[in-house]
């Protein structure tokens, strides 16, 4: 499969522990192209073909413009937090899409 028929899998906190492991398993995949979010936009070690965005996962608008611009369909939270950045950034998920039909699938894993 090439990359145009790849669907686009957004990680966020991409360069974290588990988030490097879900980076690395969907680029190895047949079906998803990665795109690692992080605060750093810092490209992936070792992945040199996925493409790193910078983003801050606290961000609605953000969250949303990066969402469009690159086709996304799904987003795999893997961001670490306290228990009030965890809460800022699921209201930051949920502000980016709760109006939108075609708003990505979201898998969440909290570190709490």
């Known amino acids: 499969m090439n990359d145009t028929t790849k669907q686009t899998i957004l990680v966020l906190g991409s360069t974290g522990f588990i988030g490097r492991h879900v980076v690395a398993a969907l680029a190895a995949s047949d079906w998803a192209r990665p795109l690692a979010a ?45 228990p009030a950045g965890i809460v800022s950034g699921a209201q930051a998920l949920r502000d980016a899409w709760q109006r939108d039909a075609a708003a990505p699938r979201l898998v969440y894993l909290s570190s709490m």
């Open 38 to 82: 992080s605060r750093s936009g810092r490209p992936m070690p070792g992945l040199p073909s996925v493409e790193a965005v910078r983003i801050d996962a606290h961000d609605a608008a953000a969250l949303q413009q990066v969402t469009a611009a690159a086709g996304v369909v799904g987003v795999v939270d893997c961001t670490a937090a306290g």
